[in-house]
Structures are given as structure tokens and as C-alpha cells.
């Protein structure tokens, strides 16, 4: 598990495969490579979506808007 964590930051994948990224914040935005994937994450069950499956690949960018949890399966 790993944990990545800014305001909002922008990241880029080094060789991972299925992650499950989960969140503690209320909600927030995720995006990969410019809206490819936009989810919203979070503990807010009205319209957030507590955890995300997805398979992110070598040379991915990825922008959050809060701490993220990463759990590789």
C-alpha cells in the first residue's frame, strides 16, 4: 500500500498494474492523462465513490485533489 498526498498534485506511474485507490477525504477529484479516467472519490455516499479499481500503466499522469491510498492487486 502506498500512500501519495498534495493539494493538488500531479504524478506520473512508473510500471504499476490494478490499483484500488480509496480516500478519508469528504470528496475529491481524480483524474488520469487529462480526464481519461475522472472519478469522484470520497467518503460522501450521496455521489462519491469510496474506492476505484483501475489499471494504470507505465508514463500515466495522474492529478488528486487530496491524500490517496493505493493498494495493488
Known amino acids: 500500500m502506498a500512500e501519495a498526498s498534495s493539494l493538488a498534485s500531479s504524478l506520473r506511474v512508473l510500471l504499476r498494474k490494478n490499483d484500488k485507490i480509496s480516500t478519508t477525504t469528504n470528496s475529491m477529484n481524480y483524474f ?22 483501475l489499471e494504470l500503466v507505465d508514463g500515466d499522469e495522474i492529478e488528486q485533489h487530496s491524500s490517496v491510498t493505493y493498494t495493488r492487486l
Do not use: K, Q, R
Request: charged share 20%; proline share 5%.
Open 32 to 53: 488520469v492523462n487529462d480526464g481519461e479516467v475522472n472519478i469522484i472519490l470520497g467518503t460522501d455516499s450521496g455521489f462519491a465513490e469510496p474506492t476505484y479499481t
